[in-house]
């Protein structure tokens, strides 16, 4: 009898187990399946390179045993630290730089009635997009030592014996990177200048202050923590760019945290080192942009006076005029003169014999496309990787921003966190920590196509994420759930609904990425292979070969395609799409 009672019970749980268990199938949806390898594929491109990288450092070159003997060589001789020196130097003094240059500019684009805006704009958009690497090559056409344009023209005016300027320095390296990273600047503190209301200006008028008093007490002072935050940026770029150190610093002996970086990475390679070696890096980084985050938020006090208060023009009389010189002086040096002397090498035969009918030529266009086999392969390369990149990059953050908006698991957050993380990443500690996860096997990447992609989806996709977010909030839940009611899953949902309405905005997106990942080096450097050279990477080898006219025309087409790319960014999503939205 008690068997009987037994048996009845089991029986009856086992019933209600599998009742609740064909429940939980009928709401399971086979899509989370697909939404749960996104995320699978989000760890393995972010979590594991940054955990290798941690765990490398702290092995011996076998990773048979665990040490703090890397950390020791990494610093124990002065070389070394005087390069993390130099790089913290450099930063400050480009921050400094920027801040001249940009503030200004910036200032005269949002609250001045200065001429010419829109060309001020068109001009920093050029300086944005031109890669850094490619602007010291111009630099060095111009004020090399000897051969440079400006210090020719400045022998054969004064008659002196030698040229005024030396761009093989470290003035010449702050100059070239500043030149380079003031957009940023700009674009963090006109943004923040034109939300400003002006009724606080025109009170200290009224008490007697004149523009320029009201525009250092009243105006700059409400838009300080843009301001910061874009000093914070200036200071990281400066600190993680390595072709533009690896053009000017090397040359002239000078040697950076990036440069070194590099180094270890010779014969023998020591990524063991190079790993604890980056550490400090990756600590400055994030400390810097978790104290940005922080001075962001107190933003809020810029608009004390009222949400959306009126916001008026300056009249500065004839002193526009000389704003407006000053705006085209900083931008002649970052765009006209490069991009001038870069046509001038890449369409004629010497470019050291100036512009002449007889010196003009075709053909350095035409041994790089069709002559030059390393070269047409690394335009390809370059081209393929970044559509690659891009399309692998805005599937992600599509997915990701789907989930988190949604909140369609219990850890959304924590992958919309693993999508911003690689904003805080230098290229070239997320290059060693590729290398340490995926270089060796079961894997053995290194040198293939597939870790370049890898890796360049995993840097530019805080960019692809921060606008698919963006967008899938701009969206009413309605239309998904409407979807759902008539059989669909989120799946369909997210293909058949949101990707479509998202379009544009993907569209952008997608060109947000693509520009940049045409133009990579800090990553590269460390990844390529002898068939994987990409154009940055090219560059870089042709530099060291002095052939600066096939160097030239390569980094034209460079330039040409970012162009055009832009060109169509402004045809069809608007005139500031990256300038606002990047």
Known sequence: MIDITQRQELSAKTHKRRTSLKRRLQHFEPSLIVFLIVAAVLVFLVVNPLARLVITSLQTGDGAAWTLGNYVAAYNRERYLQALVNSLMLGGAVSALCILFAVPIAWGVSRTDMPLKGTVRVLVLGAFITPPYLGAIAWILLAGPNAGWLNQLFVAVTGAEEGLFDIYSFPGLIFIIAIYSFPYLFIFTSAALEVVSSELEDAANILGAGTLRTTLRVTLPMVLPAILGGVVVTFLEAIALFGSPALIAVPARINVVTTQLWQFFGTPARPEVAAAYAMPLLVVTIALFAWQRSMMRRKGFVALTGKGGERRILALGPWRWALLGYALVVLSLSVVLPYAVLAQAAFTKAWG???????????????????????????????????????????????????????????????????????????????????????????????????????????????????????????????????????????????????????SSLIGAWLLVFIPATRELSAAIFLYGPETRTMSVMLFDMSEEGNFEHLAALGFLLLAASVVLVGLGYRFLGRDFMLRRG
């Not at 990443?425 to 890898?454: D, E, N, R």
Request: hydrophobic share 55%; with cysteine; glycine share 4%.
């Open 353 to 503: 014999r100036g512009l002449s009918l007889d010196n003009f030529t075709l053909d350095n266009f035409h041994y790089i496309l069709f002559e030059h086999h390393m070269a047409r392969q690394s335009v390809f390369n370059s081209f393929t990787y970044a559509a690659a990149t891009a399309c692998l990059a805005i599937a992600i953050a599509l997915f990701i921003a789907f989930i988190a908006v949604r909140r369609m698991v219990p850890f959304a957050r924590v992958l919309s966190f693993l999508c911003m993380a690689p904003f805080v990443i230098p290229g070239i500690v997320l290059a060693i920590g590729f290398y340490a996860a995926y270089a060796s096997p079961p894997l053995s990447l290194y040198g293939t196509a597939w870790i370049l992609i890898l890796a360049f989806t995993t840097r530019f996709l805080p960019i692809a994420y921060a606008n698919a977010e963006a967008a899938v909030r701009s969206l009413n839940p309605e239309m998904e759930e409407a979807v759902r009611i008539l059989g669909g899953s989120r799946l369909t949902a997210l293909r058949r609904v949101t990707a479509p309405l998202l379009k």
